[in-house]
């Protein structure tokens, strides 16, 4: 398989990239690379060509680049000509560290959505500390800010393939973010939802979870408009960082004791952190378009690169792609009607 | 002062709230506390009558009662009938740690809105890690699942009265809660908040903040719409006791390195954790009613309880309600024109 790759996007690009994109093709035997980036600055950091291309490119979409401009202006942009690439079917999947919504507009407008599904959007797998499986399924992420609730139910859909090919659960269960856990619960676009869902023979909805519970495992997928999880993620995130930080002051202000103390408990610490890093087992990705878009962290190391090109590796062997496809496909009748139905009910 | 006390809500009531009530009247030599609640339960709980009177109630909304209904129905109710003793003026605010939906109805029907506020909406007071003070208000925390730009309008006006008056903050600065900093981030409600923020005389407005960043300090009230606000402090509280059992577990899986080196941290995760349990801190506010209503936790104890008697008095003291009706009549028009421009903008 061949995975077309914006070698210039990223706080570490190109360097990181490149570096973990060798680690990816000594660890892949089956991965081509095609490395897009300025020729002057990715070649020399290249120390074996085997499995990598190099296609120069003379742009680069900046971090603070308007998305939608950048993406239609800056068209020999590494990005821009990673994203064409897939479109002509030159490559199977698309990688970038870069600006976040250049990506999603590169995936939605050049990559293309797959026919069916009105909003692709972003998802990442987060840690589960109490269910079965070690992750679930979180999205929407914030590539939709403006989410109906058709959007939300085909999300579950979405989410559903993602976990059962890449994360490897059966017959995963889907629960809606919502601010409580009846189904009269939320403003009209989840209660609508929740209907919806609750009625689909598409996947296996359990209900409504709210963001308290969202790392305690009791779903596989959790579905989010895109506003509220991208709040739910980023509170998350924030709280864990600033509670490591906070113990660590109170550590640091405990003297001698807290010294002791902190350096017996150092190992317990990092497993505790290594399993909230979530981005170090790979990257966000955009489902809903028609070939794998992925994107790290911009501040990705070297690792994360090389896990995110298994996790790649993953989606394009258990064809995610086309089996998404071909379900929506077959139920584009079942999923217009519900459409329709949801329409009559409500003035969204 | 008078408060109207439902005695009968909250999971430890009414043993946990006459407790704390006697500890607030013990410490508080201006308040009389009036006890809504059943006589035969509430009566022989009270050992010095010093300072209280109870006003025998026959009926208790329960925590599953659907709360409009339960409000309507249940018209001897131990919180219906403290929000009817508020609304006739025989008291000057209302406690209750029952059923939270029936106490924001009762607080919007009963008790009654402030002319010129449109949502009433709930609002606490978090830990800042990072700022000048050592709290922050944050609101909407879900009363109003569908809210539009003018509401989030007015949520900055109450939030800055509250920080102001409560935690004593001069000319509090405000942020909106947002899936990004520049000012074009969000769906069309925040984009047009934040416009409407921006151009206020009413607050000082510093513009939009992630929830990643909540807890930093970096505004002294935040405001959410009510949906993504709940999902924000919901995840933030899940992540925290997460954490905190996940450290606990590592800790434990740590044998006598993790037992010796958990006894010496001790007090840092104890110090921690009490910066973190702002439940203990006092209640959650209703704003925009013509009298202080106030919600503390379903699990609350008696300090927790006693300590928002302490929060109550402050409100009162500090002519808080007062000070905000009279500024919102003397601005109605400039509020008025700025809803007027709004409306002419959006079609919501």
């Known amino acids: ?3 077309a790759i914006d070698a210039m996007g990223g706080d570490f690009a190109p360097f990181e990239i490149i570096k973990g994109v060798e680690i990816a093709r000594d660890r892949y035997k089956d991965i081509e ?20 291309e190099l296609i120069p490119t003379t742009e680069v979409i900046a971090m603070g680049d308007e998305p939608v ?9 590494s990005m821009v000509r990673a994203a064409m690439a897939v479109k002509a079917g030159r490559a199977d999947a698309l990688f970038s560290a870069g600006n976040t919504g250049a990506l999603l507009s590169s995936a939605i407008f050049l990559v293309g959505r797959i026919k069916g599904v009105d909003r692709p959007a972003l998802a990442t797998a987060l840690p589960s500390f109490g269910g079965k499986y070690d992750h679930f399924v979180f999205m929407d992420l914030g590539a939709n800010a403006d989410s109906k609730p058709v959007h939300l139910y085909q999300y579950g ?17 889907v629960r809606l973010l919502n601010n409580g856990a009846e189904e009269d619960k939320g403003d009209e676009v989840h209660k609508t939802a929740h209907q919806l869902m609750k009625n689909s023979p598409s996947f296996n909805f359990l209900g409504n979870i709210e963001a308290r519970d969202l790392l305690d495992g009791t779903a596989d997928v959790v579905v989010a408009d895109g506003f509220s999880g991208n709040a739910a993620l980023k509170a998350t995130e924030g709280t864990a960082l600033m509670m490591l930080k906070q113990i660590k002051q109170s550590i640091l202000a405990a003297g001698l004791r807290g010294k002791i103390g902190g350096a017996l408990l150092k190992p317990a610490f990092k497993e505790v952190q290594k399993k909230l890093d979530y981005n170090e087992a790979g990257g966000a990705v955009i489902l809903g378009t028609k070939a794998p878009v992925v994107k790290t962290h911009g501040s990705a190391k070297a690792t994360a690169v090389a896990n995110t090109m298994g996790q790649i590796k993953i989606m394009v062997d258990t064809q995610l792609i086309p089996d998404i496809q071909q379900y929506i496909n077959a139920h584009t009748e079942e999923l217009r009607a519900g459409n329709d139905a949801l329409s009559e009910q409500t003035n969204d």
Chains 1, 2 share one sequence.
């Open 69 to 77: 401009k950048a993406m239609r202006r800056k068209k020999d942009s």
């Open 157 to 173: 859909i979405l989410g559903s393939f993602y976990a059962s090919h890449v994360l490897k659960i059966d017959e995963p269960s």
């Open 33 to 52: 690379f095609q490395l897009y980036g300025t020729e002057g600055e990715v070649k020399p950091l290249i120390q074996n060509w085997e499995r990598i």
């Open 1 to 3: 398989m061949k995975i």
